[in-house]
């Protein structure tokens, strides 16, 4: 059975940083492409990183490339999402997608 599990979600002040966990299990971890998404409401999901676990390669959105970083833990099967610098519009909710099975999502609200 496959399990795809976020959390590490919260509430932010604008500036501030967050790390997104992703716990994985059924599915290998080793040779698979893993992203992270979000969908803010009343807009589309999107697309905000991704990493391919085989090569080690990443790519990130525009409004994300300077101040996410993905990252995964082998030891673990855990992937991550550290985001700094954190803005108002980066409030979402953010989900995490291996091998085409996706989270329940985690909630991150950036406000002062």
């Known amino acids: 059975q496959v399990k795809v599990v976020e959390s590490g979600g919260g509430s932010v002040q604008p500036g501030g940083s967050l790390r997104l966990s992703c716990a994985v299990s059924?599915?290998?971890?080793?040779?698979?492409?893993m992203s992270w998404h979000r969908q803010a409401p009343g807009k589309a999901r999107e697309m905000v990183a991704y990493?391919?676990?085989?090569?080690?390669?990443?790519g990130y959105s525009p409004a994300a490339q300077g101040r996410f970083t993905i990252s995964g833990d082998f030891a673990t099967d855990t992937l991550y999402l550290q985001m700094n610098n954190l803005r108002t519009e980066d409030t979402a909710e953010y989900f995490c997608?291996?091998?085409?099975?996706w989270g329940q999502g985690t909630q991150v609200t950036v406000s002062s």
């Open positions: 997608s291996v091998g085409g099975h």
């Open positions: 990493w391919e676990s085989g090569s080690g390669a990443t």
């Open positions: 059924g599915v290998s971890f080793h040779t698979t492409t």
